[in-house]
T-cell receptor, first 117, second 111 residues
Framework: KAGVTQTPRYLIKTRGQQVTLSCSPI?????VSWYQQTPGQGLQFLFE???????NKGNFPGRFSGRQFSNSRSEMNVSTLELGDSALYLC????????????????FGPGTRLTVL | EDKVVQSPLSLVVHEGDTVTLNCSYE??????LLWYKQEKKAPTFLFML????IEKKSGRLSSILDKKELFSILNITATQTGDSAVYLC???????????FGKGTRLSVIA
């Protein structure tokens, strides 16, 4: 079974631009979560989607948004990029959503390394 | 505020050494604790611990959870250079909530 894939793998943008990152979950997985990873803050949760609905959102400004499509693929968008947005953006998929019924774990993609100049 | 704290932040050992990585947590509605290994990019799942005192093993790696003292340890015996990675601890809470991650322990194993 193919793993989680993320595109692009590397991206360089300048301040003020916007960026869209893509994540394709493992086949059959319907939940996609996004994380930002930086050396100083570690892994921080951005949002989770399940069946095209955002179920959770972390403490990030409104410049960070996402969506999920009917085939469970997800995109994350960051508008008006700032230098501090430079990070590794990881996507993780799981079969079910967060909640009391969750017993499965999340499987991570290789990430997109975003550099903002 | 829920938090997960890992220690040490980094560690350098020689091949063959045994290491113990620590993870303590303060969260509401704890459900499970997870360990991941991150070598270059994608964290890969190691263990999920839900019950106190039950050790989980996978080869040279083992982990145990203490729900009374709110911590977990990850042991790696007879370390190899391939064990060099960042080890992440995360807590899964009940309810519709996401994982909370610690900042990780960077382990470097030198020959």
């Amino acid at each position: 079974k193919a793993g989680v894939t993320q595109t692009p793998r590397y991206l360089i943008k300048t301040r003020g631009q916007q960026v869209t990152l893509s994540c394709s979950p493992i086949s059959g997985h319907r939940s996609v979560s996004w994380y930002q990873q930086t050396p100083g803050q570690g892994l921080q949760f951005l949002f989770e989607y399940f069946s095209e609905t955002q179920r959770n959102k972390g403490n990030f400004p409104g410049r960070f948004s996402g969506r999920q499509f009917s085939n469970s693929r997800s995109e994350m968008n960051v508008s008006t990029l700032e230098l501090g947005d430079s990070a590794l953006y990881l996507c993780a998929s799981s079969f079910g959503p967060a909640g009391p019924a969750r017993t499965d774990t999340q499987y991570f993609g290789p990430g997109t390394r975003l550099t903002v100049l | 505020e829920d938090k997960v704290v890992q220690s040490p932040l980094s560690l350098v050992v020689h091949e063959g050494d045994t290491v113990t990585l620590n993870c303590s947590y303060e969260v509401t509605n704890f459900r499970s604790l997870l360990w991941y290994k991150q070598e270059k990019k994608a964290p890969t799942f190691l263990f999920m611990l839900t019950s106190s005192g039950i050790e989980k093993k996978s080869g040279r790696l083992s982990s145990i959870l203490d729900k009374k003292e709110l911590f977990s340890i990850l042991n790696i015996t007879a370390t190899q250079t391939g064990d060099s990675a960042v080890y992440l601890c995360a807590v899964l809470r009940s309810g519709n909530t996401p994982l909370v991650f610690g900042k990780g322990t960077r382990l470097s194993v030198i020959a």
